[in-house]
């Protein structure tokens, strides 16, 4: 039934959303802006410009249409070193439960593996983690046109394992993500609380409560 399977990174593979979500609060308090925790599941999956923008208009109209491009690109720079030191020390212990042997399942299933993150950190990460060796391609997200929601990163990372979207599986723990996948044509498994993840096919709690055998 299924030829790839494409992979979400933080949140899925590797234990991160919430140290994005700590660096985006750390730069909000510098700004004045307060971001409550349930502001962490609007940020999932959208990539860093975008977040900022979210953040941004969270806190006034005035905020965004302040501020310059270069302003921006300036803030955004800042989120990312404090996210880049956060994660310096990731080691194979910092995957998230099950995700090395979901990996490992899909493989022994057949299945080609590609990794369609938002994150430009995500190669460095991958490596840190020790799992880069079990992924057969990375969707870049800076060839694609258009962000999570859209489809666009999906449909590159199907392209790239040479898989037809109707027979790909994407796993996702954002909204945004679910939402791409299901408009590239793919069955979508979301990871997290299915009330969230409204939109996805299937939806199981935690990585370690996937088992690919269960979608053969
Ligand atoms: C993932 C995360 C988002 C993050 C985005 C971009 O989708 O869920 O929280 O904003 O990647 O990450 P980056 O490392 O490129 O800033
Ligand atoms: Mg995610």
Redesign the pocket.
């Known amino acids: 039934r299924f030829d790839a399977v494409l992979f979400?990174?933080?949140?899925v593979l590797a234990d991160?959303?919430h140290i994005?979500?700590a660096a985006w609060r750390r730069l909000g308090e510098e700004l004045g802006i307060h971001l409550e925790p349930a502001f962490e599941e609007k940020?999932?999956?959208?990539?860093?410009m975008?977040?900022l923008e979210l953040i941004l208009a969270h806190g006034g109209p005035e905020g965004s249409v302040t501020r310059t491009a270069e302003e921006k690109r300036v803030l955004?720079d800042r989120?990312?070193s404090y996210?880049t030191a956060a994660i310096a020390e990731q080691t194979p212990d910092d995957l998230l439960p099950g995700a090395r042997r979901v990996l490992e399942e899909v493989r022994a299933a057949g299945l080609k593996i590609a990794l369609a993150?938002?994150?430009?950190?995500?190669p460095p990460l991958l490596q840190q983690l020790g799992i880069a060796s079990l992924i057969d391609a990375i969707a870049d997200?800076a060839a694609v046109k258009a962000p999570?929601p859209a489809p666009d990163l999906f449909l590159e990372a199907a392209r790239l394992v040479g898989a037809v979207p109707e027979r790909c599986l994407g796993i996702e723990?954002?909204v945004a993500?679910i939402i791409s996948i299901k408009d590239a044509g793919m069955v979508a498994v979301g990871i997290g609380d299915p009330t969230v993840l409204t939109s996805a096919d299937y939806v199981v709690p935690t990585t370690e409560q996937f088992h690919i055998g269960d979608f053969l």
Do not use: E, I, Q, W
């Open positions: 979400d990174l933080d949140g991160t959303a994005h979500f940020l999932k999956g959208v990539d860093r975008g977040s955004a989120k990312n996210y993150s938002a994150s430009r950190n995500a997200p999570k723990d954002s993500g």
